[in-house]
T-cell receptor
Framework: DTEVTQTPKHLVMGMTNKKSLKCEQH?????MYWYKQKAKKPPELMFV???????INESVPSRFSPECPNSSLLNLHLHALQPEDSALYLC???????????????FGAGTRLSVL | QKEVEQNSGPLSVPEGAIASLNCTYS??????FFWYRQYSGKSPELIMS????GDKEDGRFTAQLNKASQYVSLLIRDSQPSDSATYLC?????????????FGKGTMLLVSP
């Protein structure tokens, strides 16, 4: 089973709203990732969590706030977003995040976010 | 700047032909290489992974890696219309001690019946 589950599949929010994206995996993976993907562009890394600790923040604006409550769950809290933040948000997980390991990242189906 | 380069395409091939997708990368320290397939509006799906020089075959797919030339390719034999998608090359780079994926911009493949 290589399933990463993301909810919701679609989200429409206003610029003053607060919402959260959820990602869950039960593969025992200890690294989880958030990516942002705009149309016709490759995924761009936002955050990396390793063993429930934030390891990498790719200079993401503070209106995006990640959270890793446990090893299976990853959230992305959204607040005061801008229309340009509309994109497909992808969660991925891998066995761990060590440099030399043959890590394979498995992606969830994504949440398509529209900011009005 | 660590980069992964792909021809954006579209690469058009007739059904039953061999599709050849290419990717170059800039970081000689790269350890792992992946090909993901992404249908429009969907998430990336892993097709192949390769870690050492040479060829790796899985069904109709063959990945080829040449670390000296910093080149990785994907061959799709007996291409089917269902193979029409964007193929993303991803390279596992070390970043502050953590492995992260850097993606190429993707090559769109169109297989005509």
């Amino acid at each position: 089973d290589t399933e990463v589950t993301q909810t919701p599949k679609h989200l429409v929010m206003g610029m003053t709203n607060k919402k959260s994206l959820k990602c869950e995996q039960h593969m025992g993976h200890r690294a989880m990732y958030w990516y942002k993907q705009k149309a016709k562009k490759p995924p761009e890394l936002m955050f990396v969590y390793s063993y429930e600790k934030l390891s990498i923040n790719e200079s993401v604006p503070s209106r995006f706030s990640p959270e890793c409550p446990n090893s299976s769950l990853l959230n992305l809290h959204l607040h005061a977003l801008q229309p340009e933040d509309s994109a497909l948000y992808l969660c991925a997980s891998s066995q761990d995040s060590s440099t030399l390991a043959k890590n394979i990242q498995y992606f969830g189906a994504g949440t398509r976010l529209s900011v009005l | 700047q660590k980069e992964v380069e792909q021809n954006s395409g579209p690469l058009s091939v007739p059904e039953g032909a061999i599709a050849s997708l290419n990717c170059t990368y800039s970081d000689r320290g790269s350890q792992s290489f992946f090909w993901y397939r992404q249908y429009s509006g969907k998430s990336p799906e892993l097709i192949m992974s390769i870690y050492s020089n040479g060829d790796k075959e899985d069904g109709r797919f063959t990945a080829q890696l040449n670390k000296a030339s910093q080149y990785v390719s994907l061959l799709i034999r007996d291409s089917q219309p269902s193979d029409s998608a964007t193929y993303l090359c991803a390279v596992n780079l070390g970043y502050s001690g953590y492995s992260t994926l850097t993606f190429g911009k993707g090559t769109m493949l169109l297989v005509s019946p």
